[in-house]
C-alpha cells in the first residue's frame, strides 16, 4: 500500500497569506490527524478528522481549520499567517479506532 | 495536564552497543497506549513500538525493547546492537484511550541519538 502523501512538500508564504495542505491517507484509514512540528514547541496536536467529521481539536486559535473528504483526504487551512506558523506540519492516518498513526512526509512551511 | 518528558536531549552510541532512552510520562487515566517514534533527517515520522498500558509484557520489535513501569509512569527504549541507521530523533509519545481523546498524540520532546561507526 502507499504510505501517507502530503502536498505541497515546501511553501513559501508571505504574513497575511493564507494556506492550504493536503492529506491523502493510507487506503482504508479513515482518520486524519493534524499536527504542527516547531524547534520551540516540539510537537503539537492540531485536529482529528473521521468520516468528514472533526472529532478531536487541540489549543490552536481558529486561524487554524481544516476539513475531511468522503475519500478520506484531508486538507488544513491557515489563515492570515503569522511569522510564528512556520512550521512542519505533519498528517497521519490511522484506521478506524485504532490509536497506531502512520505519518506522512510532512509540509514544510515558511512565512516571511 | 498531561505531558511527556524526555530529559535527555542529545545522547551518542558506538555502533554495536547498546543504549536505552528514557521517558516519563503523567496522566490520570488508566488506559492508555504508549509509543517510542524516529524522525531520521528526512523528517519522516516512523513508528518504532508500542505498548498497551494493561498489557504487563514489555514490547519487543527486533533489536528494539521497551521498559515499561506503569506504576512509576515510565517508558524507556532500548536499542540493541545499535547501527548508523538508528541515528535520528526519537519521540515518546502517549495516546490516552476513549472518544474525547482520539487521534491526538501527545509527544515529549525528544531525544537526538547518534550512532558513531
Known amino acids: 500500500k502507499a504510505g501517507v502523501t502530503q502536498t505541497p512538500r515546501y511553501l513559501i508564504k508571505t504574513r497575511g497569506q493564507q494556506v492550504t495542505l493536503s492529506c491523502s491517507p493510507i487506503s482504508g484509514h479513515r482518520s486524519v490527524s493534524w499536527y504542527q512540528q516547531t524547534p520551540g514547541q516540539g510537537l503539537q496536536f492540531l485536529f482529528e478528522?473521521?468520516?468528514?467529521?472533526?472529532?478531536n481539536k487541540g489549543n490552536f486559535p481558529g486561524r487554524f481549520s481544516g476539513r475531511q473528504f468522503s475519500n478520506s483526504r484531508s486538507e488544513m487551512n491557515v489563515s492570515t499567517l503569522e511569522l510564528g506558523d512556520s512550521a512542519l506540519y505533519l498528517c497521519?492516518?490511522?484506521?478506524?479506532?485504532?490509536?497506531?498513526?502512520?505519518f506522512g512526509p510532512g509540509t514544510r512551511l515558511t512565512v516571511t | 495536564a498531561q505531558t511527556v518528558t524526555q530529559s535527555q536531549p542529545e545522547m551518542s552510541v558506538q555502533e554495536a552497543e547498546t543504549v536505552t532512552l528514557s521517558c516519563t510520562y503523567d496522566t490520570s487515566e488508566n488506559n492508555y497506549y504508549l509509543f517510542w517514534y524516529k524522525q531520521p533527517p528526512s523528517r519522516q515520522m516512523i513508528l518504532v513500538i508500542r505498548?498497551?498500558?494493561?498489557?504487563?509484557q514489555n514490547a519487543t520489535e527486533n533489536r528494539f525493547s521497551v521498559n515499561f513501569q506503569k506504576a512509576a509512569k515510565s517508558f524507556s527504549l532500548k536499542i540493541s546492537d545499535s547501527q548508523l541507521g538508528d541515528t535520528a530523533m526519537y519521540f515518546c509519545a502517549f495516546m490516552n484511550w476513549g472518544s474525547s481523546n482520539t487521534g491526538k498524540l501527545i509527544f515529549g520532546q525528544g531525544t537526538t541519538l547518534q550512532v558513531k561507526p
Open positions: 497521519a492516518s490511522s484506521l478506524d479506532n485504532s490509536y497506531e498513526q502512520y
Open positions: 505498548q498497551e498500558a494493561y498489557k504487563q
Open positions: 478528522y473521521f468520516s468528514e467529521t472533526q472529532r
